[in-house]
């Protein structure tokens, strides 16, 4: 049975956000900026995926780095609100 024809989509992907470094040279990420950061972490405080986030891989990983040192200088919490 061929299933390309079905028409059919997937209902639980997500829709992939635009890339907010796309067009700007970035060249560091700062992780003092915790409003910012705050985009890429879900209400539990979990780092979103890049393919939800949109990101390159190169600006993905200096985002991860950025929360990691933003939760160790008290910026970020490791947790979310409600599961404290």
């Known amino acids: 049975m061929n299933r ?3 028409g059919r ?5 997500a829709k ?12 560091y990420i700062d992780y003092k900026e915790s409003k910012f950061l705050e985009r890429f972490t879900n209400d539990q405080g979990k780092i979103l995926p890049r393919r939800l986030t949109g990101l390159s891989a190169k600006n993905q990983r ?5 929360i990691k040192r933003a939760r160790f ?5 490791f947790v979310g609100e409600g599961l404290k």
């Open 9 to 13: 989509r997937r209902n639980n992907v």
């Open 16 to 27: 992939r956000r635009p890339d907010p470094f796309r067009g700007k040279d970035v060249i």
């Open 73 to 77: 200088m008290a910026f970020l919490p």
């Open 62 to 66: 200096t985002v991860v780095e950025a």
């Open 4 to 6: 390309r024809g079905t």
